[in-house]
């Protein structure tokens, strides 16, 4: 019984868990198509700009500190504006617009590094994806999920006169929230000093 409660939670809705996912990998599948499709120009400032990276983490001039902020910045805008938009109607669109480009940045991403440093860039891909990668698009998704159902409850609540128990979803939505901030602080951390660590008992193979 808890277990069916805890997936409740999670997996609020079927139909808009295909929309959320959906979109998501749609933004995957176009941002890994994008760099195929750019100039020669924007193709060599993405390759030079993943070569700085591996550069920068490799050296001891890396702020793990500065790193960390931007990417708590970064990952918490995300979750509060997701979050926030939820609580409105005109939100959904939004909302969706965030989820494909989390996971057109994602494509973009292993994309050139894999254009970069080739096949042998398949071990920098895994490393970028789990854990961090992994943890903050589970959190955007099923903040999209929530967002788009507690919207769509306010529009039913709204035009349709029904009553959606919005107060009950309400508290669920804060819940959701509450374990998303505490994922991005997790996800962020192990991105700011797991990745650089783990990526420099590899850099050899691509500096």
């Known amino acids: 019984m808890k277990r069916n409660n805890i997936f409740k939670l999670i997996i609020p809705n079927t139909r808009t868990n295909i929309i959320a996912f959906s979109v998501f990998i749609i933004g995957i599948i176009t941002g890994s198509i994008f760099i195929m499709a750019i ?21 001891s001039d890396y702020s793990y ?11 918490y805008f995300y979750v509060i504006v997701i979050w926030v938009l939820g609580l409105s109607i005109l939100g959904i669109l939004v909302n969706i617009f965030l989820t494909y480009l989390k996971g057109f940045i994602i494509g973009f991403t ?8 080739g096949f042998k860039s398949i071990l920098a891909v895994i490393l970028y994806i789990i854990p961090h990668t ?13 967002s788009i159902t507690f919207s769509r409850y306010l529009l039913i609540q709204i035009f349709q006169k029904k ?21 991005t602080l997790v996800s962020s951390i192990s ?7 783990l990526l420099k008992l590899i850099i050899k193979l691509y500096v």
């Open 39 to 59: 100039n020669t120009n924007d193709k060599s400032l993405v390759v030079e700009h993943i070569t700085k990276f591996f550069s920068n983490v490799n050296s």
């Open 134 to 146: 992994l943890i903050n698009s589970l959190v955007i998704i099923v903040l999209t999920i929530y």
């Open 110 to 117: 292993t994309s050139s590094l894999i254009i970069t440093y």
């Open 65 to 75: 500190l500065d790193s960390l902020k931007n990417m708590l910045s970064l990952n």
């Open 191 to 197: 991105e700011v000093y797991l990745f650089p660590f």
């Open 163 to 183: 009553d959606m128990k919005t107060k009950n979803f309400m508290k669920k939505y804060l819940i959701i929230l509450l374990i998303a901030v505490a994922l």
